[in-house]
């Protein structure tokens, strides 16, 4: 199999660049890049206007306040007024500019990921928790279009701020700009150097919070195990480790945040100072205008959030590059290879029906020096036939059965339909041929109707009725709005038995030429069993059926048997016949010690 | 197959008794008492109490610190230049020394009481989420049926999370603002009563803005968190049932509906940052024309004569100060908004009783008479009924004999599995009592009623840890002979020795694929670790194969020979063992004799029994 990541909580390389883990947004951020642009000017732009209003606020002083000239000072007001109104429409503007568009890059990412992920092979979803993929397609997604709409704008609008700030303070007054100047350095220093710091501290506590919810999670899905053993004592113990260790990890990053924010708070405090007692001194030796010690003062107090905000804005881009890191690294997994692979043969008459040769199989995660589930499966069903497969408990019947919809792909071998090759046919058409009950009847959040009918496109509401007559389930008519009923995680939770009937309707509603059951009757108590049995026959009479059985009542379903042992079909035959001739059988389906299967065997005939 | 990291192990069975449409449990709204959730915040911070009164002054403090700036700035322009051009230095020395000690005293002031309020927080939230699991723990199965695991989980993660959020950054940051507030209108106050009248009035208009933008983000937030939420459902259920999607061909539909979900998350995240966007312009209008009147008047004044340059200027600098934080006073509102409504949703929670509590005075059980291993269990009088008024089990006298096998056999919805529940004291009976040896179960306490019975379920879930860690769930400190000890008995050693570190293997690493079956084998496992007098099988072996039966029902024949055990089975072949049969049938025994007995009448019973054997020649 393609598929390169092998678990699910694969931390990505230390040292990658951060850079270039962004730059991989490209072509999702490609479609809105006008906008983007433009909120960045229209950002600089109103950061520039408010570096602009202490100039103004130093006219006013040095002006018409100087002069001693009150109606002056109206024209000052004036441009205040028209500065501050300019500038608080231009945030405006640059949010507008953007909310649409970067909610829109938000949603094509998920709707892309979502795609991606439906057709990932079957293998890849059983190494992914679902929660892990669902983290990648909210949580950093969201990310990834905050540091859009705030840090990257933000990174260039105060980096341009700071420099244009600068500029006016230097071409005031160079010496007081110099003093202003001093602790930028160490500052833009410290604050990366914490930031560093402190997310690594954050990603440590996110861990123990995915540690300290699992234990939740297993605590409540397991609580008949707890309260059974009485094992909430030890629970409790593990739960209180695990989250006293969360709260060392949080009063860490408490304290380096504390510090630094110490930091940012001083440290341009102390250079204000300094500033203040140097330009008192220049206003008094008459160096300097009490208005541009005024201007000085407002610009240092306009220009301290752009220098502070450089250290977490860095962080926040930090934080996003991992996020883009780990969205990719599920995007970046090959989906199945989607075309024929080899030509299609012309079907000779031996080659009707399901046909299995050398099929072999192993787990893409497997050690490499572990058995191959599979090893060589040859079996042949033929047209309208319906064959049991039996085999001990983990001897690899479901991961048989997965293989025929290509839902695992055989590592070797050819499994054919009708002559057909499976890889030589579209995933769509195959699964289309194909319907399958999985041991696990999962529903889905619709009605009971929509539920059964995804088995088949086109069916209608006779086809439904029929399907559920099949299945025995008849529960549907006493639900409250019938097959129109919700179920599934947001409707009505139904039983094992019930949702295994439905699954099994499901699978049958569509006359498909090739019917897989798996286990299909396990949840269902005997009474109901008989009468599902009873319907199915007639269903199977007319399709090419693979049925994994635990069960005699499940095998007498079937027209012959195949036992899988050790990887391999190591026999078939009828029922009877395996009874009486196969030890391994004999054991299998009555339970008795091989010799003392044999005796009772052949010790009462009925 | 494959062992199933986050999907939910079917949701216990439901779904027997109806529930009445508008169930409080559906909607995720559990009835939360007045007043509750600010009592349940007063309860987490009493402790704490002194600590709270030590940061309210460390941030008084830190606050005075921090607007002594420009104060200070105004005394040396007004003061300060003067002084200097008469040669004397000590008002700009003063000066100088002031502005040091107050930035030094803001920053450690603010350090101790970061901190401080992390101990505060922290404290808080580790008790909050200890609170959350015990009582999660203590509240019985009934109601973990009813109140799914992923709304258990959400409070203890999202919830908490959001409170966490709340009292790390937003209330410190909230009180931030209104301390600055408050303390920047006395200064203005203080310096120029009138500029600071101006001030004052200029936040009417500011408190409209934010009380507006709260009503209208209330409704967009709310919009947006469903629509993330049916984003969420859909997301998680297509990759949990991925097999029948891909198997059905689903993957179009799902991303026709998925695009409609999605589209409305985009619609209503837009409309979230467009209100962001109204608010932000609003306020920023109404602040900067406030700043541009003031700064006019307060020239005009100072041009006539009015009023001192170096106060205009401190007016300025506080100002500014004063109309920042408006733009984050309205993400501090939102944060403040979702943990208020989060603390009333695990107010909800912990304001659930246990349906099954613990006795005040437990009683212990009789000594047992040497070589009796099993215990006697009686139901006298039972009835259950579910409280939402099914009746499942209609009134009933039984006595199970200590030391027998009593097969349970019937339909889906027979009353089984309620009958094994109550014996657990899984629930309690509606009337009646179930008794232990003459003792109430009500009437023993936890640990002693677990050490005496265990039941084993259909569901076998593993919990993270190695296969060994799961067995010795049953009794926790056995050796690790004890432990394969009982795995041997009950037929597991084999797989177990076979999974890539044996009985070391993470189950839920890679390689640790281990089948419903063999998770079934290893709750037997654990069972017969446990060495209970009363052992209660519902299901327990629905997934294993005839082979892995048999053995278990060897083990049960030699390692818990004498003990009393309660089988539950859809299988006749399980009943074999038995040394008694009860036929169920909408709640009620409708047959009850030896296998022997049963098989040879003509009964259902004799009618199950024979096509079973049929099948098997």
Known sequence: MTVTTTTTETRPPERRSAVRSLLRLWPYVRPVRGRLVGAAFVGVVASCLGLVIPLALKWIVDGPVADRDPSGVWLGGVVLLVLGAAEAVLFWVRRVLVARPLARVEADMRAALFRHLQRLPVAFHDRWSSGQLLSRGTTDLMLMRMFLAFPLTFLLVNATTIVVGFVILLAQQWTLGLVLLAPVAPLVVLCWFFEERYSQAARTAQDQVGDVTTIVEESVLGIRIIKGFGQHRGQERAFGALSERLRATELGKAGLLGTLWALIMVLPELAIGAALLLGVVQVADGELSAGTLVAFLSTALALRWPVESLGFLLAMTNETATAADRFFEVMDVAEAAPGPTSPPGKPGAQDRGLRLDGVEFRYPDAPPDAPPVLRGVDLHIRPGETMALVGTTGSGKTTLTALIPRLHEATAGRITLDGEDVTALSRERLRGLVSVAFEEPTLFSASVGENVLMGAEGAGESDLKRALAVAQADFVDGLPDGHRTQVGEQGLSLSGGQRQRLALARAVVGNPRFLILDDPLSALDVHTEAAVEAALREVLATTTALVVAHRPSTVLLADRVALLSRGRIAAVGTHHELLHGNEEYASLMSGHEESEGRERDGGSPR | ?617
């Open chain 2, 1 to 617: 197959m494959t062992t199933d990291v986050s999907g939910r192990p079917a949701a216990g069975k439901k779904g027997k008794g109806a529930e009445p449409v508008g169930d409080p449990f559906d909607r995720d709204v559990l009835p939360t008492p007045k007043g509750a959730s600010r009592a349940l915040l007063r309860s987490l911070l009493t402790p704490a109490r002194g600590r709270v009164r030590l940061a309210v002054v460390l941030l008084l403090l830190q606050q005075a610190a921090v607007q002594a700036g420009p104060l200070l700035v105004a005394y040396a322009i007004d003061h300060g230049v003067p002084a200097v051009r008469r040669h004397d230095y000590g008002p700009l020395v003063a000066v100088g020394t002031g502005y040091v000690i107050c930035a030094l005293a803001a920053g450690l002031l603010q350090l101790a009481f970061v901190r401080l309020a992390a101990r505060i927080g922290q404290g808080a939230l580790l008790d909050l989420r200890g609170r959350i699991f015990r009582h999660a723990q203590t509240l019985s199965v009934d109601f973990h049926e009813r109140y799914t695991s992923g709304r258990i989980v959400s409070r203890a993660t999202t919830d908490v999370e959001s409170i966490r959020e709340l009292l790390n950054d937003g209330l410190q940051e909230l009180m931030g603002v209104l301390l600055s507030v408050v303390y920047v209108s006395a200064m203005l106050l203080y310096l120029d009563w009138g500029l600071g009248a101006a001030a004052m009035v200029s936040f009417c208009p500011l408190y409209l803005f934010v009380r507006s933008y709260q009503r209208r983000s209330r409704l967009v937030y709310g919009k947006r968190s469903t629509a993330i939420a049916a984003v969420i459902v859909k997301f998680s259920e297509t990759m949990n049932g991925i097999r029948p999607v891909q198997a059905f061909r689903r993957e179009r539909v799902n991303e026709a509906d998925f695009r409609l979900l999605n589209e409305r998350h985009l619609r209503a995240n837009g409309a979230v940052m467009l209100e962001m966007a109204r608010y932000v312009v609003s306020a920023r209008l109404a602040a900067n024309a406030a700043l541009a009147a003031i700064v006019l008047w307060g020239a005009y004044r100072v041009a006539s004569g009015g009023l001192a340059l170096g106060v205009l200027a401190a007016s300025v600098m506080y100002l500014r100060r004063l109309y920042d934080p408006i733009d984050r006073l309205g993400m501090f509102l939102n944060a403040y908004q979702s943990a208020a409504a989060s603390l009333e949703k695990i107010a909800g929670l912990l304001a659930q009783r246990p349906s099954v509590p613990e006795p005040a005075g437990p009683r212990p059980l009789p000594e047992r008479p040497s070589g009796r291993p099993g215990r006697e269990v009686v139901f006298d009088g039972v009835r259950f009924a579910y409280r939402t008024g099914g009746e499942v089990l209609p009134r009933f006298d039984l006595t199970l004999a200590a030391g027998r096998t009593v097969a349970v056999v019937g339909s889906t919805g027979a009353g089984k599995s309620t009958l094994a529940k109550l014996l657990a004291r899984f629930y309690d009976p509606t009337e009646g009592r179930v008794l232990l040896d003459g003792v109430p179960l009500r009437e023993l306490s936890g640990a002693e009623l677990r050490r005496a019975v265990v039941m084993v379920t259909q569901e076998a879930f593993l919990f993270s840890g190695t296969v060994a860690d799961n067995i010795a769930i049953g009794r926790p400190g056995a050796t690790r002979e004890d432990i394969e000890g009982a795995a041997k008995a009950i037929g597991a050693h084999d797989f177990i020795t076979a999974l890539p570190d044996g009985y070391d293997t993470d189950v839920r690493k890679r390689g640790g694929r281990i089948s419903a079956g063999q998770r079934q084998l290893v709750g037997f496992a654990r069972a017969l670790l446990a060495d209970p007098a009363v052992i209660v099988l519902d299901e327990a072996t629905s997934s294993l194969d005839v082979p892995g039966e048999r053995a278990v029902q060897r083990a049960m024949r030699t390692v818990l020979r004498g003990r009393t055990a309660v089988v539950i089975a859809h299988r006749l072949s399980t009943v074999e063992i038995a040394d008694r049969v009860l036929v169920m049938a909408d709640g009620r025994v409708v047959e009850d004799g030896t296998p022997a007995e049963l098989t040879a009448g003509d009964g259902r019973f004799a009618a199950l029994h024979r096509a079973w054997r049929d099948s098997l020649v």
